[in-house]
């Protein structure tokens, strides 16, 4: 196998992890959603925790797509 | 990816702008501006907080007030509820007085005249015996041609209507 | 990728340092324009019964201090300044990159905030702050930072190191974050009109079939601007929650 088309095969195999990602973002509103169905009031004080946690979860997403941008262009 | 290839020829230039332009906005513009901002908003809820204050007194004030006049109203209507009982009670004392002695007054004109009335009922049954005895006389002096004398016919009635 | 490349404007070498004028400088210069524009604008006379503007300035005064009063307590009013600048700085400069200036000939958006050496500087500027302030109110004695409480004895030599790394590691996260948020974003961005060029290149039927990808970069640049404004925000929540623990030490 060509080293290029190993680059491209791992770019895309690294953007898996986007979507991993994606599950995680998803878990972290759905979690906060629930809580905050059955508990509206205690809600808004817990938004900045909301945000700590979506940002936690993206930033492995991120990651995933720095290590496919790399690949492909670095 | 350019932001790797040019952080070699490019971090100097960046940093230095970078630092320059955060300064700028960090002491010319949040360390100059934001106390004045933070004053307008704190002045503005000092504010909010006196008002609300001042209107609660001013409320309580009122409250008061109206329960001292309250006081007043209860008790000056009780004076006149009082007032009005015993004007009444003296009205109708003085309506009963008069109307006992009207009815006194009444009674005795009632009684002197059911007494004339009596009088005059015993006056006029003597007058008809009388008549009744001229009445017999006459008959008799037609019938027989018989004179009586009046004390003959007044025993005579008098025998019939006993 | 040309969206990300620094052009020189004016050459200034000083000490045999490159401090030339780009176009990343002149980005940063108009967000620090149009913030001063903001607040002077929105200070200019303040009234007791505030105008709209006012209210606009007021408003992420409250938000950067109720942010920090939430987090950080009482103690947090020191710190408006340093979140303001910060939240002011990333999110001006988030949504100055996403203006479509490129319809002007040879002119072309440039998001300062999708280059790792700016968002470096930011999240080092943050990290320093919560060390010096640590270091300053609790001396040595903020290194307890890294000893939580009510953990046996013998598990402190795993925990302290994790602790250590945990810490460690938040100026790159912070710096990393943001940096590859606005570059995968600009990234999408570019893909998808991408997607519409070649559209519309194709001819026929297929040009009009570009008006489906032009739907969906208007859709994605609403979202785009959503992740703007959520990550300044969660580089100030951040900061602050930092410093909440240089300033109150768990």
Redesign the interface.
């Known amino acids: 196998m060509e080293a290029e088309a190993a680059k491209l095969l791992g770019a895309g195999f690294a953007a898996i992890g986007a979507g991993l990602a994606a599950l995680g973002v998803g878990n972290v509103f759905a979690a906060f959603l629930s809580g905050a169905l059955r508990n509206p009031s205690a809600a808004d004080s817990q938004f900045p925790r909301l945000m700590i946690g979506f940002a936690a979860a993206e930033l492995l997403g991120l990651l995933a797509f720095v290590i496919a941008i790399l690949l492909v262009v670095g | 990816?350019?932001?790797?290839e040019?952080?070699a020829?490019?971090?100097?230039?960046?940093?230095?702008?970078?630092?320059i332009?955060?300064g700028?906005?960090?002491f010319?513009?949040?360390?100059a501006?934001?106390p004045?901002?933070?004053k307008?908003?704190e002045?503005?809820q000092a504010?909010i907080a006196a008002d609300i204050a001042s209107a609660e007194a001013a409320t309580r004030v009122a409250r008061e007030a109206e329960d001292v006049s309250g006081e007043g109203l209860r008790k000056a209507r009780a004076e006149a509820f009082g007032l009005t009982a015993a004007a009444k009670a003296t009205a109708a004392a003085d309506v009963a007085a008069q109307l006992k002695v009207v009815d006194d007054q009444l009674a005795a004109q009632a009684a002197e005249a059911e007494a004339r009335l009596a009088a005059a009922k015993a006056a006029s049954l003597t007058e008809l015996d009388g008549i009744a005895a001229e009445t017999a006389a006459a008959i008799v002096e037609k019938l027989t041609g018989l004179a009586t004398s009046p004390a003959e016919s007044a025993a005579a009635v008098a025998a019939v209507k006993a | 990728m040309a969206q990300f490349e620094i052009h020189t404007i004016a050459d200034i070498t000083v000490g045999g340092y490159d401090l030339s004028f780009t176009n990343s400088t002149l980005f940063m210069l108009v967000t620090l324009a149009a913030i001063w524009v903001f607040m002077v604008g929105g200070m200019r006379n303040p009234t007791l019964v505030p105008g709209r503007w006012q209210v606009a300035v007021e408003s992420v005064y409250t938000f950067v201090a109720g942010m920090l009063s939430q987090t950080v307590g009482a103690e947090g009013k020191r710190f408006i300044p340093l979140i303001f600048s910060l939240f002011m700085f990333i999110i001006t400069a988030n949504m100055l990159g996403l203006l479509p200036v490129g319809f002007i000939p040879g002119a072309h958006a440039f998001t300062v905030t999708s280059h790792l050496s700016v968002t470096a500087v930011l999240a080092i500027i943050s990290f320093g702050t919560v060390l010096a302030v640590g270091f300053a109110r609790h001396g040595l004695h903020f290194l307890a930072l890294f000893v939580p409480h009510g953990v046996p004895w013998w598990m402190m030599p795993l925990i302290v190191p994790v602790e250590f790394v945990s810490f460690m590691i938040r100026p790159f996260s912070l710096a990393l974050r943001l940096f590859v948020a606005m570059t995968a974003g600009h990234i999408l961005l570019k893909v998808l009109a991408g997607f519409i060029v070649s559209m519309g290149n194709a001819g026929g039927v297929l040009a009009l079939g570009g008006v489906l990808p032009l739907a969906l970069l208007v859709g994605i640049s609403a979202l785009e601007m959503l992740v703007c404004a959520i990550q300044a925000y969660v580089f100030a929540i951040l900061t602050s929650v930092y410093l909440n623990d240089a300033v109150n030490l768990h």
């Open positions: 990816m350019p932001q790797l040019q952080l020829s490019t971090y100097a230039s960046q940093l230095f702008w970078l630092l332009t955060f700028i906005l960090y010319g513009i949040a360390r501006m934001l004045k901002v933070g307008v908003v002045g503005r504010k």
